[in-house]
């Protein structure tokens, strides 16, 4: 069936240091995927997107990018801040509305 | 208002209570989703509607979950005979269109314990 999965479901980082998180999904139907970000307590947070028609998306310290090929997506956050410390989820999104979240990843900041 | 707004924050209810849990969204948000997120998972989706319309309850565990939207505005999702199993956050989000380009805006979530 339809599903999205991390490689990482933890990950420690020095602050400054660049972050990596992985996903992985499975519907090659997916032509677009979205990051968001959630903070204890709260509800997820649109970071960045990006279409299937593109591999790479660029914004303030983040970069999304994608190979279809290996049906695989990350994020990179550059210079990583104790505020970037948070789960960290990847969705995809086929033909209509729905948006299928994955397990999420765990960033741990360390000052 | 300024981002979507669900109440109540924390709900307690005991087994085989019904209970409602509501979402306002962004003024102006044509579409509106639910989620359900269970600990130390990702948000698992219930159903979606576009203004008043349902358009899509796949996502729903069982028929004791109800959602409506009856004004195109404010949501109430509904679950009868509350199970422990149903002990997760509800997630509310709205959204102009659909979450191409736009995403999706999330309030912070109901959560349910279910006793």
């Known amino acids: 069936g339809e599903s999205v999965g991390l490689h990482l479901p933890t990950l420690s980082v020095q602050e400054g240091d660049n972050s990596i998180i992985n996903c992985a999904y499975s519907n090659s139907a997916s032509d677009y995927f979205i990051w968001y970000k959630q903070e204890s307590g709260k509800g997820p947070q649109f970071i960045i997107d990006?279409?299937?028609?593109?591999d790479k998306r660029q914004g303030q310290r983040v970069t999304v990018l994608l190979n279809k090929t290996v049906k695989h997506l990350s994020l990179q956050i550059a210079a990583t801040q104790p505020g970037d410390s948070a789960v960290y989820f990847c969705?995809?999104?086929?033909?209509?509305?729905?948006?299928?979240f994955g397990p999420g990843t765990s960033l741990s900041v360390i000052p | 208002g300024a981002g979507v707004s669900q109440s109540p924050r924390y709900k307690v209810a005991k087994r085989g209570q019904d209970v409602a849990l509501r979402c306002d969204p962004i003024s102006g948000h044509v579409s509106l989703f639910w989620y359900q997120q269970a600990l130390g998972q990702g948000p698992e989706f219930l159903t979606y509607?576009?203004?008043?319309?349902?358009?899509?309850k796949s996502g729903l565990p069982s028929d004791r979950f109800f959602a409506e939207r009856p004004e195109g505005s404010v949501s109430t999702l509904k679950i009868q005979r509350t199970q422990q199993e149903d002990s997760a956050v509800y997630l509310c989000?709205?959204?102009?269109?659909?979450?191409?380009?736009?995403?999706?805006?999330f309030g912070s979530g109901t959560r349910l314990t279910v006793v």
């Open positions: 969705a995809e999104n086929a033909l209509g509305d729905k948006v299928i």
């Open positions: 990006i279409r299937s028609n593109m």
């Open positions: 989000a709205s959204s102009l269109g659909g979450p191409r380009g736009y995403g999706y805006t």
């Open positions: 509607f576009q203004n008043e319309a349902q358009l899509d």
